[in-house]
């Protein structure tokens, strides 16, 4: 069992107040308001719809009340085990665990049901169509099923937008066009980059520009690169 952790000093925080919500208002409300005797919830959706946000916008929701989390996901050591004392039990990226993660992830929600503990899970894929053990796959599905959907361009844009704000980086729509054309388009990913581009344009002391964009960009495609071939860039 590990702590969720809360985000700390220029990291973005996971929180509900820092998700932008768009179609995905009633899946953020019913988190909102989740309460201590709470039916299972279940969030689904592609890479970068915001589940891992909302879980841990969750967790933080509930350690900021006094509550302790057991956050769990999938390529965790094992065993995993509920404490009753628990104010939530969490598992992540359901559709990639093992045989033993899926067993132990059963026993979890068994036990959290038993206990009166909140349980919440995500994965890309509905319960339905999950690769997993049928009792466990039937259990994910018995309560509160929420389909995320991933942010349009505008929408895209103003988080981006809020993050290099909140960071002090003017970034304009030709450096913003350039990201979205040019870099995986699922939110987590730009997030990084866009991470990345503030440590970069700090260490060249250089304003974020495109030409800096493609600097970064080119350099990191060169590491990416000797780093395949086991020698140094």
């Known amino acids: 069992m590990r702590q969720l952790p809360l985000a700390l000093g220029p990291a973005p925080d996971c ?5 932008l919500p768009g179609a995905n208002a009633a899946a953020v409300q019913h988190l909102r308001t989740l309460g201590a005797s709470a039916a299972p919830v279940y969030l689904w959706g592609p890479s970068g719809s915001g589940k ?6 969750l967790a933080a929701r509930v350690q900021a009340g006094g509550g ?5 996901e999938a390529g965790m050591p094992l065993p995993w085990a509920l404490d009753a004392s628990w104010s939530l039990a969490i598992v992540d990226r359901c559709e990639e665990l093992s045989e033993e993660a899926q067993r132990a992830s059963f026993a979890l929600f068994e036990d959290a049901a038993a206990e009166g503990v909140p349980f919440a899970a995500a994965g890309r894929l ?9 009792d466990l796959r039937t259990r994910l599905g018995w309560g509160h099923v929420f389909a995320l959907c991933s942010l349009t361009e505008p929408e895209t844009r103003a988080a981006l937008r809020r993050e290099a704000d909140r960071r002090g980086i003017f970034l304009g729509d030709e450096v913003m066009s350039h990201l979205l054309t ?9 997030m990084q980059v866009i991470v990345r581009l503030d440590e970069f344009s700090m260490s060249k002391s250089r304003h974020v520009t495109v030409p800096l964009l493609r600097q970064m960009l ?12 086991g020698r140094e860039p």
């Open 182 to 190: 040019h870099c995986p388009r699922d939110l987590a990913s730009l």
């Open 218 to 229: 080119a350099e990191e495609n060169v590491g990416e690169a000797a780093a395949r071939e």
């Open 15 to 19: 929180t509900f107040d820092s998700f």
């Open 126 to 134: 509905p319960p339905v169509d999950l690769p997993l053990r049928d």
């Open 52 to 57: 891992t946000h909302l879980l841990r916008a």
């Open 68 to 72: 302790v989390v057991g956050s769990f």
